[in-house]
């Protein structure tokens, strides 16, 4: 495995914090962990290699959520603060002549 993949994993992990809540994380890493494991027989690795590239793998998986999670966290924050009016107070439309 190499750094690419990490990578790619754990951008797949940012845009599943984006987008779902963290029960997610189990049916992907279950795919994850079949994906290295496929990858790992194909190529001849050994157990013990095999069982290190899923830890490392899942981990790349959860660090990439908790990165998405806290990006939508940011993101909402500001949208947030985008609605609020300007000095605390509730801004009400003028009435023109034409409205009464």
Sequence with gaps: ???TTFGVIFLIGVVLGLRFKVLILVPA???VTG???G???AHGDRAATLIL???LVA???QCGYLFGVLVHAVIASVMERARKPVGGQAVTPRRGLING
């Design 35 to 37: 994906y290295v494991v």
């Design 1 to 3: 495995m190499t750094f």
């Design 29 to 31: 890493i279950f795919v």
């Design 53 to 55: 590239m899923v830890a």
């Design 59 to 61: 981990t790349a998986l």
């Design 39 to 41: 990858v790992g027989i």
